[in-house]
T-cell receptor, first 112, second 112 residues
Framework: SQTIHQWPATLVQPVGSPLSLECTVEGTSNPNLYWYRQAAGRGLQLLFYSIGIDQISSEVPQNLSASRPQDRQFILSSKKLLLSDSGFYLC???????????FGPGTRLTVL | DAKTTQPPSMDCAEGRAANLPCNHSTISGNEYVYWYRQIHSQGPQYIIHGLKNNETNEMASLIITEDRKSSTLILPHATLRDTAVYYCIVRVYNTNAGKSTFGDGTTLTVKP
């Protein structure tokens, strides 16, 4: 069966510090991968999606970036965090040609 | 993608059916209706999807109107554990990059 992992579960970082959140998927190959951000009490905002290694599409301009160095690994990064980067970050995967998405447990980021 | 409209909140008595509406008046002919739910501080969970026929699985039933401009998710016997935010989204099924925009959803509160 397929599983999706995210770490860390929670993170507190100062403004201006770098960020690296990791997501890995097991039990499937060549998945579509997604990064979402959720502000408190709001819906999910799609940040990045990827249909393959090194194939990343950005949905919104921001100071975040994403990379996919391996088929089942998706990384969300920032060189300098802003206060507005605080939120709940969710990674998800889906099969190719299928829109049923499976979400990870999320990372709660607080920027102080 | 077609935009969806959902009521911000609903209450339901435990053991009764919960009927969650969703309007998607601009849905295209090849777009499916998907429902997810998010229990507090967890990643969203897929519930069900459909194109034009009513669908049922072990979690819920999905009723789509004949003109496909609206749909209703039915939880036949709501329990306290069904308290969550429910998201209705519309997406083309067979695309290689399933970008999904999740709005603010409906917060369902099941009361004893």
């Amino acid at each position: 069966s397929q599983t999706i992992h995210q770490w860390p579960a929670t993170l507190v970082q100062p403004v201006g510090s770098p960020l690296s959140l990791e997501c890995t998927v097991e039990g499937t190959s060549n998945p579509n991968l997604y990064w979402y951000r959720q502000a408190a009490g709001r819906g999910l905002q799609l940040l990045f999606y990827s249909i393959g290694i090194d194939q990343i599409s950005s949905e919104v301009p921001q100071n975040l970036s994403a990379s996919r160095p391996q088929d089942r690994q998706f990384i969300l990064s920032s060189k300098k965090l802003l206060l507005s980067d605080s939120g709940f970050y969710l990674c998800a995967w889906s099969k190719q040609h299928n829109n049923e998405q499976f979400f990870g447990p999320g990372t709660r980021l607080t920027v102080l | 993608d077609a935009k969806t409209t959902q009521p911000p909140s609903m209450d339901c008595a435990e053991g009764r059916a919960a009927n969650l509406p969703c309007n998607h008046s601009t849905i295209s002919g090849n777009e499916y209706v998907y429902w997810y739910r998010q229990i507090h501080s967890q990643g969203p969970q897929y519930i069900i999807h459909g194109l034009k026929n009513n669908e049922t699985n072990e979690m819920a039933s999905l009723i789509i109107t004949e003109d496909r401009k609206s749909s209703t998710l039915i939880l036949p016997h709501a329990t306290l554990r069904d308290t969550a935010v429910y998201y209705c989204i519309v997406r083309v099924y067979n695309t290689n990059a399933g970008k999904s925009t999740f709005g603010d959803g409906t917060t369902l509160t099941v009361k004893p």
